[in-house]
């Protein structure tokens, strides 16, 4: 079908569909896969070189965190999120993760938080690099690591859902106008004003963290194109 660039999938069948989904979100973050389109589970399966089976599974996992919705005898529309959308998840997650961002400076030990600078690091790396599906799963887990010092699983998992919803798409046009890298080194930024112990600094930090990635959002949007449909290589499960 050609939908999905190349990835390497090999595990077992429960381990495969949870790596198939993994693969799924960063295609529908990058842009791979276009907001209002429909796939089908035999043809994505076909890029994957796997059966529809964990495929069809990992469609519904996604189904049931709102980033696709079925079609009846077609497959899964990937849902579409509007300006209107986007504000209400920044507003959340600014609400949650600002506060919290303090409440960590002041009660993590320096230990706990120089533990995630090389995660901060790879995120620029991965930016320098033009490596999306690198950027986006170091940037997942920096900020849901750092929330986890607080020791609220509940709330990590909400920030965590609206992460997902909240998708950057067409981050591909945004990556290259290198509109990435600024973005990436705010991480390095608000680790060093943790580690410091400035909690309001490291608190207007990250307020600012998501307003940039809201505009980001914001002149992507605006700009976006269809992703560009070139050779696709097959995947090979072992």
């Known amino acids: 079908m050609g939908h999905l660039t190349q990835r390497n999938l090999n595990t077992t069948r429960e381990r495969l569909r949870d790596q198939v989904a993994h693969h799924l979100r960063a295609a529908l973050i990058s842009g791979e896969l276009r907001p209002g389109e429909v796939y ?10 796997i059966s ?33 959308d986007l504000d209400q998840y920044t507003e959340i997650r600014t609400l949650i993760e600002v506060p ?3 409440r960590i400076t ?33 940037d997942r887990q920096f900020h849901l690591s750092l929330l986890a010092l607080t020791g609220n699983d509940r709330l990590v998992e909400t920030v965590g859902d609206l992460r997902k ?14 509109q990435l890298l600024p973005s990436a080194e705010e991480h390095i930024e608000l680790l060093d004003l943790m580690v410091a112990g400035n909690a309001k600094a490291a608190e207007k930090c990250m307020a600012r963290h998501l307003s940039h990635v ?15 449909r070139g050779r696709t290589a097959r995947l090979n499960s072992r």
């Open 165 to 178: 919803r909240s998708r950057l798409y067409g981050l591909t046009a945004l990556d290259e106008r290198d």
């Open 52 to 84: 529809a089976t964990p495929v069809r599974e990992a469609m519904l996992d996604l189904a049931r965190e709102g980033l696709v919705e079925p079609v009846r005898n077609k497959g899964f529309r990937v849902t579409e999120v509007n300006e209107r």
């Open 40 to 49: 089908s589970a035999p043809g994505l399966a076909e890029d994957f070189g």
């Open 106 to 138: 002041r009660s993590a030990s320096r230990e706990e938080l120089e533990a995630l600078r090389p995660v901060a690091e790879e995120i620029v790396r991965a930016a320098r690099d033009h490596d999306l599906i690198g950027y986006l799963d170091a």
């Open 100 to 102: 919290m961002i303090g």
């Open 214 to 228: 809201r505009s980001l959002w914001a002149e992507s949007a605006q700009e976006h194109t269809p992703a560009r």
